[in-house]
């Protein structure tokens, strides 16, 4: 499985006013279950106050499988997403064997 980070915007009254209708415990369940239903698990949801209104930790088979979360998130018109994929520190280590070719712009 792939981590990935999840950070997302409600947007506009109807967005916030769902938010507030149904609470944040019932979102997360959404959440959990959108992400289940595509082989997919939530390990941690957490609301924020500022630029970004909501985060997600989750784990996909691939990028494909996280892509079609984010379009079904997007496609009410009540959330914008964005995705990283994250790498734990045993990924980096393998990264950082593979020493490709690559020359520098002006080198």
Do not use: H, W
């Amino acid at each position: 499985m792939n981590t990935y980070l999840l950070s997302g915007n409600y947007l506009g009254a109807d967005g916030n006013k769902g938010l507030l209708t149904e609470g944040g415990t019932s979102r997360k369940a959404a959440i959990e279950k959108l992400a289940a239903s595509l082989g997919g698990k939530v390990t941690a949801i957490y609301y924020a106050l500022g630029e970004i209104d909501i985060y997600g930790i989750v784990q996909m088979p691939d990028a494909g499988t996280v892509a079609a979360f984010s379009l079904a998130a997007r496609s009410t018109g009540l959330v914008n997403t964005k995705t990283t994929a994250l790498l734990n520190p045993e990924e980096i280590d393998e990264a950082s064997k593979k020493m490709p070719d690559y020359r520098g712009p002006g080198k």
